[in-house]
């Protein structure tokens, strides 16, 4: 298969029926919590930024109180700092929940500014906004003060508070996507935040043009492909990131490889490939990769994590929430749904202010942070 090219073809035909779609979306509520978490599948872990990305799913699905719901809870156990730990248990008997990993990692934190503004832009309502707008301040409050002076993120912070060593380029462009989303929410409430701008602006051009800057994972496809669909990258550059990794993490007829050594495909990376070629115009290709993954499809609506096609095997054997958001995400993308867009074809996000380039010594502003 030849590399991305920019198309202007819809992608509309391959997405879900409103009947898949509102199957995919109970099989997500079916896993959520009285509290509003929700867990990888009924019984498991919760982590803030699947969660996220689950409850975006419910929104996708029309479930907006259950969106709410899962938001809400956030609030709840959020840290006197801002974080979230990284995962947490929750008990359906008595409604609470106890943590299971007590690493605050940024990406996780930062991320509800996404799922806010998709919530805000779904349901035309700014009600939650206003409710959890101190909650996103304090999350973000918590981000920043792991940026490094080149514009990174340090990944994250362990239990005893001192910070990791290393900025993850993932969840670095994640982080950046999170910075747009708030500034857009900042925006819908007329409120300046000089801060955050800054930030995203040294971020975006740390992600662009400073990969000496990120551990090198080279084997994920996350890492391939996060800059484009965080927004870093867009244009030629976003083409030409992809067209060198494709033949590398896509498998024809499957899906995308989570890493490169590996004989598994799996459906959230898969999607989300699926989001930054539409974010870029090319819906063909997007649609392509998106029936591609329908393989994982199980009866209930549910979405099997992955694929190990050396072995004919699903695996792990489990039907992820948040591997279902990500479908819907990608369905309601293609299908061209307002608020889906907004926020990952990401054209009228806000990207900061142009004062790279006074900041780093070593290069100009490049052409696709503008």
Do not use: K
Not at 93 to 114: M, P
Not at 262 to 291: I, K, Q
């Amino acid at each position: 298969m030849s590399g991305p090219q920019q198309t202007g073809t819809s992608g509309a035909d391959a997405a879900l029926s409103p009947e898949d779609l509102a199957a995919t979306g109970a099989s997500i509520a079916a896993a959520q919590l009285p509290t509003g978490a929700i867990p990888w599948f009924p019984g498991g872990q919760i982590d803030p930024w699947d969660h996220v990305e689950a409850a975006m799913g419910l929104d996708v699905a029309g479930r907006h109180d259950a969106a709410r719901a899962a938001y809400r809870w956030l609030r709840t156990v959020q840290n006197a700092d801002g974080s979230w730990y990284r995962g947490y248990r929750g008990s359906t008997v008595d409604g609470g929940s106890t943590v299971d990993d007590y690493v605050t990692e940024a990406n996780f934190t930062a991320y509800l500014a996404v799922g806010l503004l998709h919530h805000t832009l779904s349901t035309e309502d700014d009600s939650l906004l206003d409710e959890l707008w101190p909650t996103l301040v304090s999350a973000l409050d918590f981000v920043l003060g792991l940026q490094r002076p080149g514009g990174e993120i340090i990944w994250a912070r362990s239990p005893d508070g001192r910070p990791a060593d290393e900025a993850l380029l993932t969840g670095c462009a994640s982080m950046f996507h999170s910075l747009r989303c708030a500034l857009a929410l900042a925006r819908l409430r007329n409120e300046a935040q000089p801060d955050w701008e800054l930030a995203a602006a040294l971020l975006g051009h740390a992600i662009a043009a400073h990969p000496e800057r990120f551990s090198p994972r080279e084997r994920y496809s996350m890492d391939w492909y996060y800059p484009v669909l965080g927004g870093a990258l867009r244009g030629e550059a976003a083409l030409a990131r992809l067209e060198e990794g494709w033949s590398t993490f896509v498998v024809p007829g499957l899906g995308v490889r989570c890493v490169s050594d590996h004989p598994w495909v799996t459906g959230a990376e898969t999607c989300e490939l699926v989001l930054a070629l539409c974010a870029l115009g090319d819906h063909a290709r997007a649609a392509a990769l998106f029936t591609d993954i329908q393989h994982l499809r199980h009866a209930d609506g549910g979405y099997w994590t992955g694929y190990v096609y050396r072995d004919d095997a699903f695996w792990p054997v489990e039907r992820t929430t948040w591997t279902a958001g990500a479908v819907l995400l990608a369905s309601a993308m293609l299908a061209g749904d307002p608020a889906t867009t907004a926020v990952f074809g990401g054209a009228d996000l806000p990207v900061g202010p142009d004062q790279t380039a006074a900041a780093c010594e070593e290069c100009s502003v490049p052409e696709t942070m503008r």
